[in-house]
């Protein structure tokens, strides 16, 4: 934070001198202190890695796949992948059978239409026509019947649509 103003420094303080290390001699006994710390801290780690060696195979006599963590990662990966693609192939279209009906509906109607034009079309032209034979095979009588019989069914379903028609209530 910074102040405004007039500053004033405090004196710096001195600092107090560390005291010295006295220098080992030649002929002291400071390098056996060393060499039994050396061997103590030697002897500690041995028996600590002794220990952990104890340790982990006692975890292993439990569980053999204690220690296998990339196995047991690839495990849980794979469960959690499984579930997404059987979902995947699971899940059907939702709307695809609604537009394919509606689409062969919309042919069916076209094809109704396109044959009424090709009438009224034929009946124009009778007059040409009038004394030579017509010819109908019958693959086109098979689908004039369907048609036929599809514009029935078509009848049916719009009159029970319009039975069933809930906006218009009549009250007696």
Known sequence: M???????????????PTPLRPRPSIFDEDEDVDVEKEIS???SKTKSHKETEEQLKKALEEDPSAFAYDEVIDDIKQKAIVPKLQDR???????VQHLMKKAEQRQK????????????????????????????TGAYKRKLEEQKKWLAEERLRELREERDDVSVVLFV
């Not at 103003?5 to 710096?12: D, E, V």
């Not at 192939?89 to 709307?95: F, S």
């Not at 396109?114 to 034979?133: C, H, I, Q, T």
């Open 89 to 95: 192939q699971d899940r059907k279209p939702r709307y």
């Open 41 to 43: 801290r030697q002897a």
């Open 2 to 16: 910074k102040k405004y103003g007039l500053q004033i420094r405090a004196p710096p303080q001195k600092k107090q």
């Open 109 to 136: 109607e076209h094809e109704i239409v396109y044959e009424r034009k090709l009438a009224k079309e034929r009946e124009k032209d009778d007059d040409l026509f009038s004394g030579k034979e017509k010819f109908i």
